[in-house]
T-cell receptor, first 112, second 114 residues
Framework: GESVGLHLPTLSVQEGDNSIINCAYS??????FIWYKQESGKGPQFIID?????DKRQGQRVTVLLNKTVKHLSLQIAATQPGDSAVYFC???????????FGTGTRLKVLA | GAGVSQSPSNKVTEKGKDVELRCDPI?????LYWYRQSLGQGLEFLIY????????KSGLPSDRFSAERTGGSVSTLTIQRTQQEDSAVYLC????????????FGPGTRLLVL
């Protein structure tokens, strides 16, 4: 079946540095992508989204980049803070459906 | 309420028992989603509702799983004859509509089947 970011890597970054979290997706028909942050014991929290007709979108301290040619999505967090420590999930939606496929996530650890 | 709420927060049950999980979406949100998250895994889509109808039930793992939504608000996910592999966190999310794509999640119900 389709897959999004099946591995759960861990990214460790120093406080204040920039973080880049990557996600590979396999469905070229996906038209919408979301990044979520999940802290321990909580539900996922919406961070930022991007439609397939865009290649970059910026939010507060976060930027999402979409490369449809290689089916790659990334989340950049500027000036990473301890509160950014969490598991980050990417999710994709296929055009014509309302089902979202989530990856297994990346754990971000911020080192003081 | 301010966000999506789910109850119970934790549920321990014995194999073979039925369980009901409840989701209260954000007021005014017409779309509602159920997901399952196993330990260390991503979210597995189960079902979504637009209003009271569920156009897509393909994510339900087996016929032991069912969900309903009444009055366009509260939804209940029922698991009959629970099995140990049903142990997971069950997450509910809502959005303003299917076309309003950002989903807001509840804290989840942690289900443990002994």
């Amino acid at each position: 079946g389709e897959s999004v970011g099946l591995h759960l890597p861990t990214l460790s970054v120093q406080e204040g540095d920039n973080s880049i979290i990557n996600c590979a997706y396999s469905n070229s028909a996906s038209d919408y992508f979301i990044w979520y942050k999940q802290e321990s014991g909580k539900g996922p929290q919406f961070i930022i989204d991007i439609r397939s007709n865009m290649d970059k979108r910026q939010g507060q301290r976060v930027t999402v980049l979409l490369n449809k040619t290689v089916k790659h999505l990334s989340l950049q967090i500027a000036a990473t803070q301890p509160g950014d420590s969490a598991v980050y999930f990417c999710a994709e939606k296929t055009s014509g459906t309302y089902k979202y496929i989530f990856g297994t996530g990346t754990r971000l650890k911020v080192l003081a | 309420g301010a966000g999506v709420s789910q109850s119970p927060s934790n549920k321990v049950t014995e194999k073979g028992k039925d369980v009901e999980l409840r989701c209260d979406p954000i007021s005014g949100h017409t779309a509602l989603y159920w997901y399952r998250q196993s330990l260390g895994q991503g979210l597995e889509f189960l079902i979504y509702f637009q209003g009271n109808s569920a156009p897509d039930k393909s994510g339900l793992p087996s016929d032991r799983f069912s969900a309903e939504r009444t009055g366009g608000s509260v939804s209940t996910l029922t698991i009959q004859r629970t099995q140990q592999e049903d142990s997971a966190v069950y997450l509910c999310a809502s959005s303003k509509g299917l076309a309003a794509l950002a989903q807001y999640f509840g804290p989840g119900t942690r289900l443990l089947v002994l």
